[in-house]
C-alpha cells in the first residue's frame, strides 16, 4: 500500500540542524536555525520564564482543555503587546485575538480563513521571504506571488520594485509583510517606507497580512517593534497580524502565537472569530495552555513584566555585539577592501551575507559552518569569541 511514498527532501532550515549534528568537527558551527544562544553557543531559558514556571506549579493551576480561541488572559495581554494597550481598537473591540500554535500555527490559521472566505485572492510575499511561508500557503490552497524586495547590489531593499510590485497586483490582494526584523535579509522599511507602503495598499485596497515574529528582540523594545503594525492600524486599515512567542520569550516548543484581525467593527471581529475557532476546531481543537499560561503571568505581572524586557534588552544587545564584531573581523581581514557595513545595517537575528549557494556550500564543506543556502546566517548561535574563525570562513569562500 505505501510503496509508492517518495522521500521528502530534507527541510532547508531544520534540515541545516539534522547535518550539523551529524558532523564531527570541533571548528562546526551552526548558523542555521534562528534560534538564540548565549556566548557560551548554549540554549537559554530566560529567569523570567523559570520565575513564571513556578509560580504556575505553585498555585496547582489544572490541565482541563482551553476553550477553541484560546486562554483569555493570553489573548487580552497579546492583543495589547501588540498594539498597545490604550488603542482605541482594543477599546473599541475590533480586534479579534485567537491563540494559536506559535508563529506557524497563526500563518496557518490565517491562511485557512483566506482560502475559505477570500477564495482565489492571491498573497504577495517578498523576494525572499522565510522559507515556510510558501509552504503554509501552499498546503491552505491558497495562490501566491512574490513583490521585489532584496537588492544584491546595494544589499539593501529594492523599494521602488516593492512599491511598484504591490501597485500592479490586483486591487484586493493580500500583501505579506514582515512587521520587523525581516527574514532573512535583516532588512526592514524605514518609519516614512512604511508610510508610502500603508498609502499604496489602501489605494489599491489591498489587504496587509503582517507576520510578527520578533517583536521587543529585534530591537529590544516592543514598541519600536511594533511600530509598522500600528502605524497601519492608526490609519484605519483592517489587517492580519501572526504573533510568535518563540524568540522573544524563548518559547519555540511551547508553541505560543496568536493571530488577530483588526477590523471595522466589533461586530465583524466577532464574526471573524467564530469563524477562526470553526476552521481550528477540526485542525487540532484547542490550543496548549503551558505557553499560554506563561505569557499572561509575566505580562500581567509588573515586576515580571519589566524583568522580561530587560532580558529582551540583553539577547538584542549581545546578537548587536556579535554583528559589530563580525564586521569588524570581515573589515581587517578582506584585503580587498569590499565595504561589508551593510551586516551593520540588518536587524534582528539574521545577517543577510550576499554568499550564493556555491559559495554557502563552502562555508560548509570546508569550514563546518552551518547556515542555509541562500546566504544567511543566524547572528545568534554566533559567539563573540567565533567571529574572527567566522570571517576567515566567509572571506575565504566569498573570495574563491
Ligand atoms: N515568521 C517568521 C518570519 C519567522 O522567522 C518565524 C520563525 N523562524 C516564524 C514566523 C514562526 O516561528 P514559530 O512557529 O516558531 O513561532
Same mark, same amino acid.
Given at each position: 500500500?505505501?510503496e509508492?511514498?517518495?522521500?521528502?527532501?530534507?527541510?532547508?532550515?531544520?534540515?541545516?540542524?539534522?547535518?550539523?549534528?551529524?558532523?564531527?568537527?570541533?571548528?562546526?558551527?551552526?548558523?542555521?536555525?534562528?534560534?538564540?544562544?548565549?556566548?557560551?553557543?548554549?540554549?537559554?531559558?530566560?529567569?523570567?520564564? $523559570?520565575k513564571?514556571?513556578?509560580?504556575?506549579?505553585?498555585?496547582?493551576?489544572?490541565?482541563?482543555?482551553?476553550?477553541?480561541?484560546?486562554?483569555?488572559?493570553?489573548?487580552?495581554?497579546?492583543?495589547?503587546?501588540?498594539?498597545?494597550?490604550?488603542?482605541? =481598537?482594543?477599546?473599541?473591540?475590533?480586534?479579534?485575538?485567537?491563540?494559536?500554535?506559535?508563529?506557524?500555527g #497563526?500563518?496557518?490559521?490565517?491562511?485557512?480563513?483566506?482560502?475559505?472566505y477570500?477564495?482565489?485572492?492571491?498573497?504577495l510575499?517578498?523576494?525572499?521571504?522565510?522559507?515556510? &511561508?510558501?509552504?503554509?500557503?501552499?498546503?491552505?490552497?491558497?495562490?501566491?506571488?512574490?513583490? %521585489?524586495?532584496?537588492?544584491?547590489?546595494?544589499?539593501?531593499?529594492?523599494?521602488?520594485?516593492? *512599491?511598484?510590485?504591490? $501597485?500592479?497586483?490586483?486591487?484586493?490582494?493580500? *500583501?505579506?509583510?514582515?512587521?520587523?526584523? &525581516?527574514?532573512?535579509?535583516? *532588512?526592514?522599511?524605514?518609519?516614512?517606507?512604511?508610510?508610502?507602503?500603508?498609502?499604496?495598499?489602501?489605494?489599491?485596497?489591498?489587504?496587509?497580512?503582517?507576520d510578527?515574529?520578533?517583536?521587543?528582540?529585534? #530591537?529590544?523594545?516592543?514598541?519600536?517593534?511594533?511600530?509598522?503594525?500600528?502605524?497601519?492600524?492608526? %490609519?484605519?486599515?483592517?489587517?492580519?497580524?501572526?504573533?510568535?512567542?518563540?524568540?522573544?520569550?524563548?518559547?519555540?516548543?511551547?508553541?505560543?502565537g496568536?493571530?488577530?484581525?483588526? =477590523?471595522?467593527? #466589533?461586530?465583524?471581529?466577532?464574526?471573524?472569530?467564530?469563524?477562526?475557532?470553526?476552521?481550528?476546531?477540526?485542525?487540532?481543537s484547542?490550543?496548549?495552555?503551558?505557553?499560554?499560561?506563561? =505569557?499572561?503571568?509575566?505580562?500581567?505581572?509588573? #515586576?515580571?513584566?519589566?524583568?522580561? %524586557?530587560?532580558?529582551?534588552?540583553?539577547?538584542?544587545?549581545?546578537?548587536?555585539?556579535?554583528?559589530?564584531?563580525?564586521?569588524?573581523?570581515?573589515?581587517?581581514?578582506?584585503?580587498?577592501?569590499?565595504?561589508?557595513?551593510? *551586516?551593520?545595517?540588518?536587524?534582528?537575528?539574521?545577517?543577510?551575507?550576499?554568499?550564493?549557494?556555491?559559495?554557502?556550500?563552502?562555508?560548509?564543506?570546508?569550514? &563546518? =559552518?552551518?547556515?542555509?543556502?541562500?546566504?544567511?546566517?543566524?547572528?545568534?548561535?554566533?559567539?563573540?569569541? $567565533?567571529?574572527?574563525?567566522?570571517?576567515?570562513?566567509?572571506?575565504?569562500?566569498?573570495?574563491?
Amino acid at each position: 500500500k505505501f510503496e509508492s511514498v517518495t522521500m521528502a527532501p530534507p527541510d532547508p532550515i531544520l534540515g541545516v540542524s539534522e547535518a550539523f549534528k551529524a558532523d564531527s568537527s570541533p571548528l562546526k558551527l551552526n548558523l542555521g536555525v534562528g534560534a538564540y544562544r548565549t556566548e557560551e553557543l548554549q540554549p537559554y531559558v530566560l529567569d523570567v520564564v $523559570k520565575k513564571a514556571e513556578k509560580l504556575m506549579l505553585e498555585s496547582g493551576e489544572f490541565k482541563e482543555y482551553l476553550p477553541i480561541e484560546g486562554l483569555a488572559a493570553f489573548n487580552k495581554a497579546t492583543a495589547e503587546l501588540l498594539l498597545g494597550a490604550d488603542n482605541p =481598537v482594543i477599546k473599541q473591540g475590533r480586534i479579534a485575538t485567537v491563540q494559536g500554535l506559535s508563529g506557524t500555527g #497563526s500563518l496557518r490559521l490565517g491562511a485557512a480563513f483566506i482560502q475559505r472566505y477570500l477564495p482565489g485572492v492571491k498573497v504577495l510575499i517578498s523576494s525572499p521571504t522565510w522559507g515556510n &511561508h510558501k509552504n503554509i500557503l501552499n498546503d491552505s490552497g491558497v495562490p501566491w506571488s512574490e513583490y %521585489r524586495y532584496f537588492d544584491p547590489t546595494t544589499v539593501g531593499l529594492d523599494f521602488s520594485g516593492m *512599491i511598484e510590485d504591490i $501597485k500592479n497586483a490586483t486591487d484586493g490582494s493580500i *500583501i505579506l509583510l514582515h512587521g520587523c526584523a &525581516h527574514n532573512p535579509t535583516g *532588512i526592514d522599511p524605514t518609519a516614512e517606507q512604511w508610510g508610502t507602503i500603508a498609502d499604496v495598499i489602501e489605494e489599491k485596497s489591498h489587504l496587509p497580512f503582517f507576520d510578527v515574529a520578533y517583536q521587543g528582540f529585534a #530591537s529590544g523594545s516592543l514598541d519600536n517593534d511594533a511600530s509598522s503594525v500600528r502605524q497601519f492600524v492608526a %490609519r484605519g486599515l483592517e489587517l492580519f497580524v501572526a504573533q510568535s512567542y518563540s524568540k522573544n520569550l524563548g518559547l519555540y516548543a511551547e508553541r505560543i502565537g496568536a493571530i488577530n484581525a483588526v =477590523v471595522s467593527s #466589533s461586530d465583524v471581529a466577532n464574526r471573524i472569530k467564530s469563524q477562526l475557532k470553526r476552521l481550528a476546531r477540526p485542525m487540532y481543537s484547542n490550543p496548549p495552555v503551558h505557553g499560554a499560561r506563561i =505569557v499572561a503571568n509575566v505580562v500581567g505581572d509588573p #515586576s515580571l513584566f519589566d524583568e522580561w %524586557r530587560s532580558e529582551m534588552q540583553l539577547m538584542a544587545g549581545r546578537i548587536k555585539g556579535v554583528r559589530q564584531s563580525l564586521y569588524d573581523a570581515l573589515s581587517s581581514v578582506d584585503e580587498n577592501g569590499k565595504d561589508w557595513s551593510f *551586516i551593520l545595517k540588518q536587524i534582528g537575528m539574521f545577517s543577510f551575507t550576499g554568499l550564493n549557494k556555491n559559495q554557502s556550500d563552502n562555508m560548509t564543506d570546508k569550514w &563546518h =559552518v552551518y547556515m542555509t543556502k541562500d546566504g544567511r546566517i543566524s547572528l545568534a548561535g554566533l559567539s563573540l569569541a $567565533k567571529c574572527e574563525y567566522l570571517a576567515d570562513a566567509i572571506i575565504d569562500s566569498y573570495y574563491n
